[in-house]
């Protein structure tokens, strides 16, 4: 079994910079893409940015050139550094792994959110 357990969330304001971990648990496994979502109170859930195994990343034209997802896998966590805050910014932000189990077996596995608050 995977477990995914965020941290670095917080209240910053306007301008400001917080960085997100997500840390996976477990053994028997191979982390494919990760990646950051976001969700604000009524709104539908959006990807932030992902990140391959061989490096490559995908940006929100929104966070493009403010927010960096990087990986560390035998920490097997991804991060999210975020700059230049936004109110807009604002939301539950999760964390989701792309795991291969048995060598050919896919699996979607989510965090459970932490909170981003920036105030204006």
């Known amino acids: 079994q995977v477990q995914l357990v965020e941290s670095g969330g917080g209240l910053v304001q306007a301008g400001g910079s917080l960085k997100l971990s997500c840390a996976a648990s477990?053994?028997?496994?191979?982390?494919?893409?990760m990646g950051w979502y976001r969700q604000a109170p009524g709104k539908q859930r959006e990807l932030v940015a992902t990140?391959?195994?061989?490096?490559?990343?995908n940006y929100a034209g929104s966070v493009k050139g403010r927010f960096t997802i990087s990986r560390d896998d035998a920490k097997k966590t991804v991060y999210l550094q975020m700059h230049s805050l936004k109110p807009e910014d604002t939301a539950v932000y999760l964390c989701?792994?792309?795991?291969?189990?048995?060598?050919?077996?896919?699996?979607?596995?989510w965090g459970q959110g932490t909170q981003v608050t920036v105030s204006s």
């Open positions: 989701k792994m792309i795991v291969t189990m048995e060598i050919r077996y896919e699996y979607i596995y």
């Open positions: 477990g053994s028997g496994f191979r982390i494919n893409t």
């Open positions: 990140i391959t195994t061989g490096g490559s990343t």
